[in-house]
């Protein structure tokens, strides 16, 4: 099993749509990541989260919002989806000590109609 | 955002030929990662470099941290199929901030048989 699981994989949907994208982890780091891929792009930081307690906005954060429901676990979403939110969307975590590794989940692919 | 700079974009190569790609930036990291993504799948990560100058070896991977701190070279020898996919290069600038990765957008690779 993958130590960074995000659900769902794939998923269409609508403009207007909420949609949630979830992330567990089984690597018992402290430090979770959103990104989101574009073709042609490097990987670009919404929301990290250093802690429970601790919600950050990265660099591309308008239009979604997050969840840190346990160490585990973090959930993406996006209130009211559109068209050029369709993107691949990957979870990532690292550890609070030690050198700075970033461990991907297998990511979600969304695509908004 | 911020964003590294992967060359070449794209390289088909035979099978067996040796591959160099190189990651450069205007800014020093201090730390350099090298990821392999397979299509629909997460980045996995195949070397990690934390010192300049540091060469380091993962079978047939070999990645080196620039002198300058503003570069990586990746390169593959005896390349095979399994070896298609997008690397891309990771860099960090300080320790244990998570918010400072940052992202090339990958070196394209296909290997001709």
């Known amino acids: 099993d993958a130590d960074v699981t995000q659900t769902p994989r794939n998923r269409i949907t609508k403009t207007g749509k909420r949609i949630m994208l979830e992330c567990s982890q089984t690597?018992?780091?402290?430090?979770m990541y959103w990104y989101r891929q574009d073709p042609g792009l490097g990987l670009q930081l919404i929301y990290y989260?250093?802690?429970?307690?601790?919600?950050n906005k990265g660099e591309i954060s308008d239009g979604y919002s997050v969840s840190r429901q346990a160490q585990a676990k973090f959930s993406l979403s996006l209130e009211s989806a559109i068209p050029n939110q369709t993107a691949l969307y990957f979870c990532?975590?690292?550890?609070?000590?030690?050198?700075?590794?970033?461990?991907f989940g297998e990511g979600s692919r969304l695509t908004v109609l | 955002g911020q964003q590294l700079n992967q060359s070449p974009q794209s390289m088909f190569i035979q099978e067996g030929e040796d591959v160099s790609m190189n990651c450069t930036s205007s800014?020093?990291?201090?730390?350099w990662l090298w990821y392999k993504q397979d299509p629909g799948e997460g980045p996995v990560l195949l070397i990690a470099?934390?010192?300049?100058?540091e060469l380091t070896s993962n079978g047939r991977l070999t990645a080196q941290f620039g002198i300058t701190r503003k570069d990586s070279f990746l390169n593959i020898s005896a390349s095979i199929p399994s070896d298609v996919g997008i690397y891309f290069c990771?860099?960090?600038?300080?320790?244990?901030?998570?918010?400072?990765?940052?992202f090339g957008p990958g070196t394209r690779l296909s290997v001709l048989p």
């Open positions: 990532a975590t690292s550890d609070l000590v030690g050198p700075g590794e970033l461990f």
């Open positions: 690597k018992g780091h402290d430090r």
């Open positions: 989260s250093f802690d429970v307690k601790d919600i």
């Open positions: 800014s020093i990291f201090n730390t």
């Open positions: 470099l934390y010192k300049a100058g």
């Open positions: 990771a860099g960090l600038q300080g320790y244990n901030y998570g918010q400072n990765f940052v």
